[in-house]
C-alpha cells in the first residue's frame, strides 16, 4: 500500500491505494459521444497500452533486482524502447489542454491560431469536426512502424495525417533521449500526481488574455517526466545524461564506432543498455517542484514516506515565487486554492507551512542554451544583451535543433511540389511560434547568419558556423521581443518571426523600387519580390495578436469606458468598413502598383495605413513614448508594411 494526498473535497485528508492501482499504466481508452471508429482506436490503444505495461514491468523488475544481480541497468530492445518512446508521446498527445481544443463540435468553436490550414484540412480530408483530426491522427500515430528507414516512415506520417502533428511526433522522437533516474537517497523520493506521466521541466507561463479573460499556458519541455514509483522515473531530456549504449557499436580509443567496422544494420532485436542514473537531493528537489506545479489540477498526490512527502512540498511552498514558481492571477485562482491546499496537507504530514506565491505577471526571458563554448551566436548574444548574468545556455542549443530541424525538412520535401514543400515550412513555423519567446528570438538571430552564409548544416549534420559578424545581429525583432506584454500568445512569437525576416529581405540590396520603373521584366520582378514581402505569409494586419489601451476618445472601436483594445480588432472594423463603402483610393501609390493589387490586398494596404494613422495619433500604454514609436515602426514598416514601401 501507497499513501495518498486526497485533494478533491473541501477537506484535505490521506489515505492508503493500493499499489496496482495508483502505478498502473494509465488508461488511454477515450470517453467519446461520437462512437463511430471509436472502437477500432480503443483496441489499437489497448494493445498498445499492454505492450507499454510489459516493457515498464520489465524496467521495474531489473530495478528492483539490481542490488542482487549487481547489474545497475536494464537491457531493452529497439522494439521496447520504441514502444515506450511511442506511449509517451501518446500521453502527452492526449493532455487535456490539447484535447480540449479540438473537442468543439465546428471548427469555428477551435480556439488555435492554426484555424484556417486545419479548416482546410477537414475539407479536404471530409473531416466534420477538428475532434476527427485528432482522432485520425491518434489512430496513425499509433499504427505507423518505427523502424530504421527513418526517412521513409516519416516522410508517410507527414503526408498521412495533419502535418503539424505529425511533425510534433516526429520531433519528440528525433530530439528527446530517455534516461532512468532514480533518488540517490533512500530518503528522497517522487511525488506522483495523476498527470504524472508526461509532466515537463519547469512551471507553466500561464497568459491571461485581458480583453477575453481566456487563459493559455506556454510550456518548455526540456525534460519529459513519467514517474513509474517513487523510487524510479522515466526522464526524456533534450541532451541525454548519457546515450544508452548498444549491441551494434563499440568504444575504441574514446570513440564509437560499428561492431564490424562498416555502417551498422540496424535491426529490430537490437539492444539498448539504460542505466539507472541516482539524482542528488537538490535534482530531486527540482523534479517534485515541477510535479507540484503542474499538478494543480490534480486531485491525489502519491507517495510513500510521510517525511519524504513533507520535506517535497514544504520546498515547494517556501520556494521564493520570484523564482518564476507559483504565480497566481488573483484571490479566486484554482492555482491558489490548491497551494492553500498544498500547505494544509503539509499539517498533515507532520508541521505547518507557510506558502509563499507570487501574482501573474507577463515576461519576456531572453535566454537558455546548451551548445557548449564554441558556440558563437552564444558569445555574440550575450555580448549584445550585456546581461548581468550569461544567458543559459540550453535555449541557444534548442534554437540549434530548431534551425537544424529546419533546414532538414527542406530536404525531406525535395521533389514534392511547391506549395506542398512551402505549407510544410510554414507548419514547422507554427509549431515553433508555440515554444517560448525567448527560444524563438535565439532561432531567428540563427536564421539571420544562415541567410548571410555564416551558417550551414554540415556533413555530420551539425550545425557549423563560420566566423559571424556580431554587426549582423540586432534587429527589429528585439524591439518586439522586449514587448511581450503586448501581444497574445502565440502571436508574440510570430511578430518576433516576420520581424527578423522582413527586416533581413528589405536589407537586401537589390530590394526595392526605384522612383520610376517600367514594367519590363526586371521592374515585374522586383514588383513581385516586393509584393511577397509586403502581402506574404505574415497575412493581415488584422491578425497581428497585439493590444494596447487607448483614450476613450477612440472609444468608437470597442466598448464606451474600455481602454484596452486589441489593434487587430480595431483593424478588422476598420477593414469592414472599406468592404462595405467599397475600395479605398491607393492612386498615390501609382497607377501600375494599384493596379496590380486585388480587391483584398488593396484593402488589406488600406487598412494598414488607416490603422497606423489612427494609433501613432492616439495610442497611450504603460510604455514611454520611444519605446511605442518604435514599436509601431517595427509593425507597419517591417511586418506589415505598406506596398511600396522602399523607392530608390
Not at 91 to 102: A, L, W
Not at 262 to 268: E, Y
Not at 557 to 571: D, G, M
Request: charged share 25%.
Amino acid at each position: 500500500m501507497l499513501n495518498a494526498i486526497s485533494l478533491s473535497g473541501d477537506k484535505v485528508e490521506i489515505n492508503e491505494m493500493p499499489v496496482l492501482r495508483t502505478f498502473g499504466v494509465q488508461d488511454l481508452y477515450l470517453d467519446l459521444e461520437n462512437p463511430h471508429n471509436v472502437q477500432h482506436i480503443e483496441e489499437l490503444l489497448g494493445r498498445l497500452e499492454g505492450s507499454a505495461a510489459r516493457v515498464i514491468h520489465k524496467i521495474r523488475d531489473s530495478f528492483d533486482k539490481r542490488a542482487q544481480s549487481d547489474n545497475n541497468q536494464v537491457t531493452l530492445t529497439r522494439v521496447e524502447k520504441d514502444i515506450l518512446r511511442k506511449f509517451l508521446f501518446v500521453m502527452r498527445f492526449r493532455r487535456e489542454g490539447m484535447k480540449r481544443d479540438y473537442q468543439g463540435k465546428t471548427i469555428e468553436d477551435y480556439p488555435e491560431h492554426d484555424k484556417e490550414k486545419l479548416a482546410e484540412y477537414m475539407q479536404k480530408g471530409g473531416f466534420k469536426k477538428p475532434l476527427d483530426v485528432w482522432l485520425d491522427s491518434l489512430k496513425a500515430i499509433v499504427e505507423i512502424k518505427i523502424d530504421a528507414d527513418v526517412e521513409k516512415w516519416q516522410s508517410e506520417l507527414m503526408q498521412q495525417i495533419y502535418l503539424p502533428f505529425a511533425q510534433l511526433f516526429i520531433f519528440h522522437l528525433d530530439y528527446f533521449y530517455l534516461a532512468l533516474c532514480t533518488p540517490s537517497r533512500a530518503e528522497d523520493e517522487f511525488l506522483l500526481t495523476e498527470n504524472g506521466f508526461g509532466i515537463h521541466e519547469r512551471p507553466v507561463t500561464i497568459t491571461t488574455n485581458i480583453v477575453t479573460k481566456q487563459s493559455r499556458a506556454l510550456y518548455t519541455e526540456y525534460h519529459i517526466f513519467a514517474h513509474m514509483s517513487p523510487r524510479l522515473s522515466m526522464v526524456p531530456r533534450r541532451l541525454p545524461v548519457t546515450k544508452a549504449r548498444n549491441s551494434y557499436t563499440k568504444i575504441e580509443n574514446g570513440i564509437l564506432i560499428p561492431l564490424d567496422g562498416g555502417r551498422p544494420s540496424l535491426q529490430p532485436n537490437d539492444k539498448f543498455f539504460f542505466k539507472f542514473f541516482p539524482i542528488s537531493t537538490e535534482f530531486m528537489n527540482k523534479i517534485n517542484c515541477v510535479s507540484l506545479e503542474e499538478g494543480h489540477s490534480t486531485s491525489t498526490i502519491v507517495f510513500n514516506r510521510k517525511q519524504s512527502a513533507h520535506r517535497a512540498i514544504k520546498y515547494y511552498l517556501t520556494l521564493d515565487g520570484e523564482r518564476g514558481w507559483k504565480e497566481i492571477s488573483g484571490d479566486n485562482d484554482p492555482r491558489l486554492i490548491y497551494l492553500k491546499k498544498l500547505g494544509e496537507a503539509s499539517i498533515l504530514l507532520g508541521q505547518k507551512v507557510d506558502v509563499k506565491y507570487q501574482s501573474n505577471k507577463a515576461k519576456l526571458f531572453l535566454g537558455h542554451s546548451v551548445l557548449g563554448n564554441a558556440d558563437q551566436v552564444f558569445d555574440l548574444v550575450n555580448a549584445m544583451v550585456n546581461a548581468r548574468k550569461p544567458l543559459d545556455r540550453e535555449d541557444f542549443e534548442q534554437a540549434a535543433k530548431m534551425l537544424k530541424l529546419r533546414i532538414k525538412i527542406d530536404t525531406w520535401t525535395k521533389g514534392l511540389a511547391e506549395q506542398q514543400r512551402e505549407d510544410t515550412r510554414n507548419n514547422l513555423r507554427d509549431m515553433y511560434c508555440e515554444l517560448p519567446a525567448q527560444q524563438v528570438w535565439i532561432y531567428m538571430k540563427r536564421i539571420r547568419f544562415m541567410l548571410t552564409g555564416g551558417t550551414i548544416l554540415g556533413w555530420e549534420n551539425n550545425i557549423e558556423d563560420s566566423n559571424l559578424r556580431a554587426e549582423l545581429l540586432p534587429g527589429p525583432e528585439d524591439v518586439i521581443a522586449h514587448m511581450a506584454r503586448m501581444f497574445t500568445r502565440p502571436h508574440h512569437c510570430r511578430m518576433i518571426y516576420y520581424a527578423a525576416l522582413k527586416s533581413v529581405h528589405m536589407a537586401d540590396a537589390s530590394f526595392g523600387l526605384p522612383k520610376q520603373f517600367a514594367l519590363d521584366a526586371e521592374g515585374a520582378k522586383r514588383l513581385q519580390q516586393e509584393k511577397r514581402v509586403a502581402l506574404g505569409s505574415q497575412g493581415s494586419i488584422c491578425d497581428c495578436g497585439m493590444y494596447c489601451s487607448i483614450p476613450d476618445k477612440s472609444a468608437s472601436y470597442t466598448k464606451p469606458n474600455q481602454r484596452v483594445l486589441h489593434i487587430e480588432e480595431a483593424a478588422r472594423k476598420v477593414r469592414n468598413s472599406f468592404q462595405i463603402k467599397g475600395l479605398p483610393d491607393l492612386s498615390s501609390l501609382g497607377h501600375i502598383i494599384n493596379r496590380i493589387l486585388t480587391p483584398d490586398e488593396a484593402i488589406e494596404v488600406a487598412t494598414r495605413l488607416e490603422v497606423e494613422g489612427l494609433f501613432r495619433g492616439q495610442l497611450k500604454s504603460d510604455f514611454d513614448d520611444s519605446s511605442m514609436g518604435e514599436l509601431l515602426d517595427v509593425l507597419f514598416q517591417v511586418v506589415f508594411p505598406p506596398f511600396a514601401l522602399k523607392r530608390k
